[in-house]
């Protein structure tokens, strides 16, 4: 069974542009949470996709956004990029009934200059 | 808000020592987890302990939850090049439930 992917691996962007980053969760797993980690900061948890639902929200400025679609594939997105946005963002899905079982992709590490 | 410290933050051994890494918060969690975490991978789930005052043993490593699921342990026997890595506690708890992670302990055991 694949795990979960995240595309790209690595992106670079400058100030005041926008990211999209993608998830794929595992197969059959319905639920998708996305984290920022950061060294300063470690994970901090962004949001949570439930069935094309947001479940769960994180302390994050509204630049930060998400989706998910009918395949349980989800989207992050951030608009207007700061120096501070620069991290490693990670995915994670899980099966219906174990919440609390969650499987991480290998990140998507953002470089914002 | 809840808030997970994790001490020590850095630790450098030799292979062969033992060592034990602590998760602490002043907030109760339903569950507690541990979590390694290899350079360019994401955190791979080693536990969950739910119970206070439960011990779970994966191998070389021992796990504990406090009585009053405010903290936890992480001991790891006779420490291998293998066991270097990230090592995060994350806790559940709150209105919403959300996972909250510690900042992590970098472990590296020298050959």
């Known amino acids: 069974k694949a795990g979960v992917t995240q595309t790209p691996r690595y992106l670079i962007k400058t100030r005041g542009q926008q990211v999209t980053l993608s998830c794929s969760p595992i197969s059959g797993h319905r639920s998708v949470s996305w984290y920022q980690q950061t060294p300063g900061q470690g994970l901090q948890f962004l949001f949570e996709?439930?069935?094309?639902?947001?479940?769960n929200k994180g302390n994050f400025p509204g630049r930060f956004s998400g989706r998910q679609f009918s395949n349980s594939r989800s989207e992050m997105n951030v608009s207007t990029l700061e120096l501070g946005d620069s991290a490693l963002y990670l995915c994670a899905s899980s099966f219906p009934g174990l919440a609390d079982t969650q499987y991480f992709g290998p990140g998507t590490r953002l470089t914002v200059l | 808000t809840q808030l997970l410290e994790q001490s020590p933050q850095f630790l450098s051994i030799q292979e062969g020592e033992n060592l034990t890494v602590y998760c602490n918060s002043s907030s109760v969690f339903s569950s507690l987890q541990w979590y390694r975490q290899e350079p360019g991978e994401g955190p791979v789930l080693l536990v969950t302990?739910?119970?206070?005052?439960e011990v779970k043993k994966l191998k070389r490593l021992t796990f504990q939850f406090g009585d009053a699921r405010k903290d936890s342990s992480l001991h790891i026997t006779a420490a291998q090049p293998g066991d270097t890595g990230l090592y995060l506690c994350?806790?559940?708890?709150?209105?919403?439930?959300?996972?909250?992670f510690g900042k992590g302990t970098l472990l590296t055991v020298n050959p």
């Open positions: 302990v739910v119970t206070g005052g």
């Open positions: 996709y439930f069935s094309e639902t947001q479940r």
């Open positions: 994350a806790g559940r708890g709150g209105s919403n439930y959300k996972l909250t």
